[in-house]
């Protein structure tokens, strides 16, 4: 990884200054560093390849302790944010996680005008095997079915766990590109300027339910866990389904846009 060389620590210390006042919500230390460090890296004052201060440093510039910090690192380099190399310190990802204009996890800021900044992390890739919800939309899809798993961290507050379901003959760039170079991509943009389909129509059913083990691991919740299970189906045209998606979202105070079912051309 490429790296580039940083300013001396004391210069960056002006960014963690409002980690010295009480938090108004409660929220713990090492996830209030975390919201720092993303927002540094976010506003470009980090960039892709860069190296962060060391833990040490970092414990020195604000004021939790190395365990607090250590965490804190540790939550972004699970999210993918973040690459820790042993005895070499933490990086900047050089995949640009944020995802631009995204149709669903579309969670209103405090003022409920603009959606939340959201990062995705594609984690797993499978051809499907089991059937499921997803042969109601590719009834005759039958090995060419395939899952992509996402971590989408929404303004880095909670994880959302979606589960991407497709026939990989009409969507080959999702199953043949690298896995890691899915992080932060719009599947839809990536649809209409590679396979040239234009999604015309999103139906969505919505419930809540109780999370399975898997879900509530991924999404780091104590079972039982209890959520908002939203599928999405895409189609092209009344009949011909060109995605299905799950989205297993944890309780949450923020306001969830629905996106009208009736695309017409919108981009």
């Given at each position: 990884?490429?790296?580039?060389?940083?300013?001396?620590?004391?210069?960056?210390?002006?960014?963690?200054?409002?980690?010295?006042?009480p938090?108004?919500?409660?929220?713990?230390?090492?996830a209030?560093?975390?919201?720092?460090?993303?927002?540094a890296?976010?506003?470009?004052?980090?960039?892709?390849?860069?190296?962060?201060?060391?833990?040490?440093?970092l414990?020195?510039?604000?004021?939790?302790s190395?365990g607090?910090?250590?965490?804190?690192?540790?939550?972004?380099?699970?999210?993918?944010?973040?690459?820790?190399?042993?005895?070499?310190?933490s990086?900047?990802?050089?995949?640009?996680?944020?995802?631009?204009?995204?149709?669903?996890c579309?969670?209103?800021?405090?003022a409920?005008?603009?959606?939340?900044?959201?990062?995705?992390?594609?984690?797993?890739?499978?051809a499907?095997?089991?059937p499921g919800?997803?042969?109601?939309?590719?009834?005759?899809?039958?090995?060419?079915?395939?899952?992509?798993?996402?971590?989408?961290?929404?303004?880095?507050?909670?994880?959302?766990?979606?589960?991407?379901?497709?026939?990989?003959?009409?969507?080959?760039?999702?199953?043949?590109?690298?896995?890691?170079?899915?992080?932060?991509?719009?599947?839809k943009?990536?649809?209409?300027?590679?396979?040239?389909?234009l999604i015309?129509?999103?139906?969505?059913?919505?419930?809540?339910?109780?999370?399975?083990e898997?879900?509530?691991?991924?999404?780091?919740?104590?079972?039982?866990?209890?959520?908002?299970?939203?599928?999405?189906?895409?189609?092209?045209?009344?009949?011909?389904?060109?995605?299905?998606?799950?989205?297993?979202?944890?309780?949450?105070?923020?306001?969830?846009?629905?996106?009208?079912?009736?695309?017409?051309?919108?981009?």
């Amino acid at each position: 990884m490429a790296t580039r060389n940083n300013p001396p620590a004391p210069a960056r210390a002006d960014l963690f200054e409002t980690l010295r006042r009480p938090s108004k919500n409660g929220q713990p230390k090492y996830a209030r560093l975390s919201d720092a460090l993303l927002e540094a890296i976010t506003s470009g004052h980090w960039k892709p390849g860069d190296k962060l201060p060391s833990e040490e440093e970092l414990a020195e510039m604000t004021p939790f302790s190395l365990g607090t910090v250590q965490r804190a690192l540790r939550q972004l380099s699970e999210q993918g944010i973040v690459v820790r190399q042993h005895g070499l310190g933490s990086f900047v990802a050089e995949t640009d996680l944020k995802m631009e204009d995204p149709w669903h996890c579309r969670f209103l800021d405090d003022a409920g005008e603009r959606p939340l900044p959201i990062y995705s992390k594609a984690v797993k890739r499978e051809a499907v095997t089991r059937p499921g919800a997803w042969c109601r939309y590719f009834p005759d899809a039958g090995d060419n079915a395939i899952r992509i798993d996402r971590v989408i961290s929404v303004n880095n507050e909670f994880n959302i766990l979606s589960r991407f379901f497709t026939d990989r003959r009409q969507l080959p760039a999702l199953w043949e590109k690298p896995l890691p170079t899915l992080h932060g991509v719009n599947f839809k943009r990536l649809i209409m300027r590679e396979s040239n389909m234009l999604i015309t129509r999103i139906e969505h059913l919505v419930r809540a339910m109780q999370f399975d083990e898997d879900v509530s691991a991924t999404l780091q919740l104590d079972p039982p866990a209890t959520g908002m299970f939203l599928q999405a189906g895409a189609y092209m045209g009344r009949e011909t389904c060109v995605y299905y998606q799950e989205f297993f979202i944890p309780p949450t105070q923020r306001t969830l846009v629905i996106p009208d079912g009736i695309l017409g051309n919108r981009r």
